[in-house]
């Protein structure tokens, strides 16, 4: 499989294209590091002045959609080793998962020492859901830039099921990948993480 020889994402990945040194469109595209630091810094301040009013609940302070993939490790090793939150990873099971990233979740979650659960929902709904996605005109072109219409019906499952789970759970934090969704006193705050 081609990959790019910056950012190693693959020829699979959605609206992806490569140049002659084999270097994809979105390290073509990329901007530079100076507004990403503004952002960063902005981030990272928001997140940590929510964390100093929301602290501690406890049995979770976060619950996190875990994939197994390089974005979700990454963030779920911040959460427990650089802000010691205590994270319950979700990960969410649609019957098309490797074995290898099976094996990969569970090498991160027990190194972490992390409470870890699948949530497998019924074949017949993910069925269901999945063919109704690829309707022409369900989602509007723009969102179909970034992922597959399947894709985007299954990100929606794993996110309303985690914000039901976190409200039962009084967990204040939902995380997604990089990004975080907030529940705190009925109302929902959403942020990207980015704390490297
Ligand atoms: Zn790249």
Redesign the pocket.
């Given at each position: 499989m081609k990959i790019?020889s910056?950012?190693v994402?693959p020829e699979t990945f959605p609206g992806i294209s490569f140049d002659k040194e084999g270097?994809?469109s979105?390290?073509s595209h990329y901007q530079g590091t100076r507004n990403l630091q503004v952002l960063k810094t902005r981030f990272k301040d928001k997140f940590n002045r929510i964390l100093m009013e929301h602290k501690p609940r406890r049995p979770y302070d976060a619950l996190m959609a875990y994939s197994g993939g390089k974005d979700s490790t990454y963030t779920l090793r911040l959460l427990i080793e650089n802000y010691q939150l205590k994270v319950l990873a979700i990960t969410f099971n649609h019957g098309f998962i490797s074995p290898t990233a099976i094996e990969n979740i569970n090498k991160v979650t027990k190194h972490l020492h992390v409470d870890h659960e699948y949530v497998s929902p019924q074949t017949d709904t993910i069925k269901e859901v999945f063919v109704k996605s690829l309707f022409p005109n369900f989602y509007p072109l723009s969102a179909l830039k970034r992922a597959s219409a399947v894709c985007i019906s299954c990100m929606n499952l794993i996110k309303s099921y985690l914000i039901k789970k976190a409200i039962e759970a009084k967990a204040p934090l939902v995380v997604y990948g990089p990004e975080i969704t907030f529940y705190i006193d009925n109302r929902l705050y959403q942020v990207k993480i980015a704390v490297k």
């Open positions: 790019c910056k950012c994402l270097q994809c979105y390290c």
